[in-house]
């Protein structure tokens, strides 16, 4: 690699696309928080997400629960104007791509596959999640490669599952983390970026996930993703 770094992609006339983010260290290399819930590795340009869970509402409705449709098609939607604003070099999923077996079929399928189709330049790794194993291996024509974790470069570590790795800083998925803060008269709870020393968690992408909220210790930091927004929460905001 050369020491040049990676520079997003701007709008024509040179207006920013991105909302509001917060640039950080993690692991001896650069980082990029989006409120869209996903990470930039700003030294190589790679886009890390996690668990997007395509395909879960309808595998809720396939077991006769009624749920809400179009998740999937949002998620994806989402997920394609984040590349074509920021053009990465690779994309890095953190597991659980796929919620269920059901996904691999129908329409869930369907859109997955028309989806990578516009994005078939890029490459893509999946660092194998639980999900992922239940739901069965993803069909070759997608042409996403799928690793074990730890997935290691440049002296971090991919993974799915939360852990230490010897001589490496973890990224991970796989918590859902989310944030409770305490307001005037109410208690909200967001999804958040968590990073403690040696160990960065990032929130679930798909937005039909739900969140379990984090146990902050002294010296975390935590960005919380309120709507285009990253805001940086203090120890003494969070609720217990």
């Given amino acids: 690699m050369s020491g040049r770094r990676f520079a997003p992609a701007r709008r024509h006339g040179g207006a920013d696309r991105l ?45 006769g629960l009624p749920v809400p449709q179009g998740t999937t098609s949002a998620n994806l939607a989402r997920l394609g104007s984040l590349i074509e604003a920021l053009r990465p070099r690779r994309l890095v999923f953190l597991g659980d791509l796929l919620h269920a077996r059901e996904a691999q079929g129908g329409e869930t399928m369907a859109q997955l596959s028309r989806w990578r189709a516009a994005q078939s330049q890029l490459p893509i790794t999946l660092v194998e999640g639980n999900h992922d194993r239940h739901a069965g291996a993803l069909p070759p024509a997608l042409g996403i490669e799928v690793v074990a974790e730890p997935w290691r470069a440049d002296g971090l570590a991919f993974c799915h ?43 679930a992408f798909g937005e039909f996930t739900g969140g379990a909220p984090i146990e902050r210790e002294p010296g975390d930091r935590v960005l919380a993703i309120a709507g285009d927004r990253l805001v940086e929460v203090p120890a003494a905001r969070v609720v217990a």
Avoid: E, S, Y
Wanted: charge should be positive; aromatic fraction near 10%; charged fraction near 20%.
């Fill in 19 to 63: 909302p509001t983010h917060i640039d950080f260290a993690f692991g001896g290399a650069a980082w990029r928080a989006l409120p869209q819930r996903a990470a930039l590795w700003l030294d190589r340009g790679w886009m890390v997400v996690a668990d997007a869970h395509f395909g879960k509402a309808a595998a809720f409705r396939a077991r």
């Fill in 161 to 203: 599952h939360p852990q230490r790795c010897d001589g490496a800083a973890v990224v991970a998925g796989h918590l859902h983390p989310c944030v409770r803060l305490q307001g005037a008269n109410d208690v909200v709870r967001l999804p958040c970026f968590w990073q403690r020393d040696g160990l960065l968690l990032l929130p």
